[in-house]
Every structure is written in structure tokens, then in C-alpha cells.
């Protein structure tokens, strides 16, 4: 086994990173008394995982961290780091030609471990050292007075220290796992007795609940069932109901249909009716206009007949003048005879000019009337 370095800081005397880089050959480190020789085989024991704080010579694990001195105050934590050559695979689990292991305490006792930079437990660290005669309680570091200790230990601590030495730890470690196993495995064992027994006890009461139990599963079966035929039921019913719904729907659908097709022609009509309102608006203002005309025409008409009729009179006047003459002008002369027949017969073509006339008076009084009539009715149907 090959130690290549040993780093430490804020470890025991070491409060600064100290780096010792150690050659093939064989180191020695000497000082005065004090100086701290013995703290850097603490440091390795330490970092191998030494557990024992009495082997560290220490009271508490706290005392491994730099504590302080006059000048320099105290550190928060201790970190010692040892690199090992592993060309020759000292350590078979590891590939790497070299493997560092580093270990930090804090004052706050919490521990923390490496391997090549890597967390683990503080067992993977004990494990990596087993048989390669540098485990924490083997006899590569021999202390002051350790020979003396060996010496005088009992049988079965010196076996420790040769089993080390053998290379059949592992095994025993392993032997010692094993058998706490066991231990552990028997006092299941004798908690799991316990607990049948107590199961024992309980399995009357158990049986009578397991009966209640199954009657509970009958009962609940049934219930089931019976809650499936009530909700069969009331799904026909309700879907009964849907199928109506929806009959009633369509039906209603057709009826609001049916009523828009009425609602359409009753505007189409309504507007058909205003059309015709329309047209019989304009139908009375012709006929009223019409009839003012017409009245026009028998005002005209009127006033022509009163103007005949002032002729009439006027010629009846003429005639009687006439006639008033003629009778003096007969009395005057018989010749004038013929003069009077001709004015007779002036006289009846006046008389039938007259008559000719009134009727187309009569005949235009009559049209007129008629008009008027259908004027007055045109205006009421408007
Ligand atoms: P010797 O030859 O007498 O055995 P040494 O050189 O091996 O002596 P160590 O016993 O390693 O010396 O070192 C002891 C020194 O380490 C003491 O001065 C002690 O005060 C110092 N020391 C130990 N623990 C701490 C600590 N936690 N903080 C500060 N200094 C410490």
C-alpha cells in the first residue's frame, strides 16, 4: 500500500490546508514535543473512518476540529483527504489508478464522506479498506504504546488483529452481518409468534364479523340488483317520456311551422288589402275629380238651358210681338198673309229646335244623374 498524499484542514493543530506529499521512500516526520506529529496519524486513522474517540485521543469527535489558539480562532469544520496508489488494484471494487478518500466533520456533528470526490456512506468507506491491511481497527498505524497493547491484548482481540492481517475480515464481517441478521430475523420471528397468538384471540370475533360481513355482501348484491331493476324502470319511463317529448316536439315544430305559413299569407293578404286600398284611393280621387267635372259640364249645361229658356221667352215674347203685328199688319193687310204663314212656320222650327234641345237637356241630366250615382257609390266602397 502506497499512501501518495495527505491533505488536511482545520483538522486538530492543522487549522490552514496542509498538504503532505509523501515519496517511494520511506518519510519521517519529527518535531519537538507537541508539535503535532501524532495528529497526522490521527488524521489517517480519522479518515479511514475511526469511529472511536478515545483512539483519537479526544473527548468528544468535536475536538478533532481545529479549536483555536491565542492568536487564531477556532474552524466550523475538519476535512482530511488521503490519496492512495491503486495501480496495482489494491482496491479490486475500483478501476481508477488512484483513489482519494475524504472525510468532513462539522461542529454541528454532522459527517460527510468521499470516495474520489463521490458521497457515500461511512459503511462503503469501511468496506473499501477491508483486507487491504489499512482497515480503521487493523495494524498498519501503530501508535506510541501500541506494540505494548498487542501484545498484552486478550486472545480474541490479537485474532481481530491477524484476521486483518489474513485477509478473511471480509468474511467475518460479513459472518458478524449475517448472524445480526439472523438475530434480527429470530426477533421478527418471535414478533410475528406474538402476533398470531393475538390474531388467535381474535379470530372468533373475526369469524362472527367475516359471517356479518358476507350476509352484508348478500344483502348489498341484492340491493344492487334491486337498485338496477328500479333505475331499469325509470330509464324505460324516462326514455317513454324523451319519446314523447320529442313526438310533442315535432308536433309543436309542425304547428309553429303551419303558423308562420298562415302569419306569411296573413301579410301577403294584408298587403294585397292595402294594394287594393291603395287602387280605391286612387279610384275615388278620379271619380271625385270626375264628378267635379261633371258637375262642371251640368252647371254648363244649367246655365246654357236658362240662357235657351231666356231665348224661349225671349222668341214666345217675339212670336206674341210677332203675332201682335201680324194680327195688325192682317188688319193692315191681307198680304201680309203669306208674310205671317212664314213667320209661323219660323215659329215651329223655333218650337221644334226647342223641344230638340231639351231633350238633349233630359238626356244630359239623365247621363249626369248616373254619374253622379256612380260616383257616390265608388266613393262609399272606398
Ligand atoms: P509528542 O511527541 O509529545 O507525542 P506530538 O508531536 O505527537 O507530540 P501531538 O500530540 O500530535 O504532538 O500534538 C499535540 C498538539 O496538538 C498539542 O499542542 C495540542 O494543543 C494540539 N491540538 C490537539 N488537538 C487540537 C485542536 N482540536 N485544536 C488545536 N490544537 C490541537
Do not use: C
Amino acid at each position: 500500500m502506497y499512501l501518495k498524499a495527505l491533505e488536511i484542514q482545520g483538522f486538530k493543530s492543522f487549522p490552514d490546508k496542509t498538504v503532505l506529499n509523501f515519496g517511494e521512500d520511506i518519510t519521517a516526520i519529527v518535531g519537538p514535543n507537541g508539535s503535532g506529529k501524532s495528529n497526522i496519524s490521527d488524521a489517517i486513522r480519522w479518515v479511514m473512518g475511526e469511529q472511536s474517540v478515545k483512539g483519537l485521543r479526544g473527548a468528544k469527535m468535536e475536538d478533532v476540529i481545529f479549536g483555536g489558539t491565542e492568536k487564531r480562532s477556532q474552524v466550523g469544520f475538519a476535512q482530511v483527504t488521503l490519496v492512495l496508489d491503486n495501480t496495482e488494484h489494491i482496491f479490486p471494487t475500483m478501476e481508477e489508478s488512484e483513489v482519494s478518500v475524504t472525510r468532513r466533520y462539522y461542529r454541528s456533528g454532522e459527517s460527510e464522506y468521499y470516495i474520489n470526490r463521490q458521497s457515500v456512506r461511512l459503511k462503503d468507506l469501511t468496506e473499501l479498506f477491508l483486507d487491504t491491511g489499512m482497515g480503521r481497527e487493523g495494524y498498519s498505524i501503530i501508535g506510541q504504546g501500541k506494540i505494548d497493547e498487542i501484545l498484552s491484548a486478550k486472545s480474541g482481540e490479537r485474532r481481530e488483529i491477524f484476521e486483518e492481517a489474513a485477509g478473511i475480515s471480509k468474511f467475518r464481517h460479513r459472518k458478524e452481518e449475517a448472524e445480526r441478521k439472523l438475530e434480527r430475523t429470530e426477533e421478527n420471528l418471535v414478533r410475528i409468534n406474538d402476533k398470531i397468538a393475538e390474531l388467535e384471540l381474535q379470530v372468533e370475533p373475526l369469524r362472527e364479523q367475516a359471517e356479518k360481513a358476507r350476509k352484508y355482501l348478500v344483502l348489498r348484491d341484492e340491493l344492487r340488483l334491486l337498485e338496477i331493476s328500479v333505475w331499469l324502470e325509470n330509464l324505460d319511463a324516462l326514455k317513454a317520456g324523451a319519446r314523447k317529448l320529442e313526438a310533442d316536439f315535432h308536433a309543436a315544430e309542425a304547428q309553429r311551422d303551419e303558423a308562420r305559413a298562415a302569419l306569411d299569407a296573413l301579410y301577403a293578404e294584408g298587403e294585397r288589402y292595402s294594394e287594393r286600398m291603395r287602387e280605391k284611393d286612387m279610384e275615388a280621387e278620379r271619380v271625385r275629380t270626375e264628378s267635379a267635372a261633371l258637375e262642371d259640364r251640368i252647371k254648363e249645361k244649367e246655365s246654357a238651358a236658362a240662357v235657351l229658356e231666356s231665348t224661349i221667352a225671349h222668341n214666345r215674347e217675339n212670336i206674341q210681338r210677332a203675332e201682335a203685328e201680324l194680327a195688325e199688319a192682317e188688319s193692315r193687310s191681307g198680304g201680309l198673309a203669306k208674310q205671317a204663314e212664314e213667320q209661323e212656320a219660323r215659329v215651329a222650327e223655333i218650337d221644334r229646335r226647342i223641344g230638340e234641345l231639351n231633350g238633349a237637356l233630359a238626356a244630359l241630366l239623365e247621363t249626369a244623374q248616373a254619374m253622379a250615382e256612380q260616383a257616390g257609390g265608388a266613393q262609399n266602397e272606398a
